[in-house]
T-cell receptor, first 113, second 116 residues
Framework: AQSVAQPEDQVNVAEGNPLTVKCTYSVSGNPYLFWYVQYPNRGLQFLLKYITGDNLVKGSYGFEAEFNKSQTSFHLKKPSALVSDSALYFCAVRVYGFQKLVFGTGTRLLVSP | NAGVTQTPKFQVLKTGQSMTLQCAQDMNHNSMYWYRQDPGMGLRLIYYSASEGTTDKGEVPNGYNVSRLNKREFSLRLESAAPSQTSVYFC?????WGTGSNTEAFFGQGTRLTVV
């Protein structure tokens, strides 16, 4: 079975400060990991993914994520948060060789001015 | 390109009624998915179709049926709607082939379903 955990329901950060949104995963096999963002009343938009290679992955809107195999984590980061980054963020995992895509429960990011 | 199109966008049903949610993608993707989104529960996979002609259960398939009509279309049917099925439903698709499961999924705008 594959699963994703996002331990924080909400993350609060001041504009200009760095942000981290946490994600841990559990799979049998090699994982492919994804981050998505959802703005109010919208579908999900792809931010970035880890397939293989460098553990630090860069994505859209200045976001990056660090893959840590030993800790089975894939935390989303941004050096300097913007108010416009406020949204709902989802981590997802797929296992190599399979098409099933499983999401976490989401983390609401609130960036204050 | 329209991407992933879901219809309808909103629907209110009475308990026991049936309906079909439609989803179509124009990206020639092999895999398609249906999720439901509920507060505090995130996105839960209902059914998915790895390729035309195949469907598989996800995490919460009870009360739902699906049809992969062709490569473009993947419909979700509620045979007898229940209030517990009140949710926002999302369809998604991704390009996958054999073991090539490293591609991102593209999502529709969602269907907000209320069962009273």
């Amino acid at each position: 079975a594959q699963s994703v955990a996002q331990p924080e329901d909400q993350v609060n950060v001041a504009e200009g400060n760095p942000l981290t949104v946490k994600c841990t995963y559990s799979v049998s096999g090699n994982p492919y990991l994804f981050w998505y963002v959802q703005y109010p009343n919208r579908g999900l938009q792809f931010l970035l993914k880890y397939i293989t290679g460098d553990n630090l992955v860069k994505g859209s809107y200045g976001f990056e994520a660090e893959f840590n195999k030993s800790q089975t984590s894939f935390h989303l980061k941004k050096p300097s948060a913007l108010v416009s980054d406020s949204a709902l963020y989802f981590c997802a995992v797929r296992v190599y060789g399979f098409q099933k895509l499983v999401f976490g429960t989401g983390t609401r990011l609130l960036v204050s001015p | 390109n329209a991407g992933v199109t879901q219809t309808p966008k909103f629907q209110v049903l009475k308990t026991g009624q049936s309906m079909t949610l439609q989803c179509a993608q124009d990206m020639n993707h092999n895999s398609m998915y249906w999720y439901r989104q509920d507060p505090g529960m995130g996105l839960r996979l209902i059914y998915y179709s790895a390729s035309e002609g195949t469907t598989d259960k996800g995490e919460v398939p009870n009360g739902y049926n699906v049809s992969r009509l062709n490569k473009r279309e993947f419909s979700l049917r509620l045979e007898s709607a229940a209030p517990s099925q009140t949710s926002v439903y999302f369809c998604a698709s991704s390009e996958t082939w054999g073991t090539g499961s490293n591609t991102e999924a593209f999502f529709g705008q969602g269907t907000r379903l209320t069962v009273v």
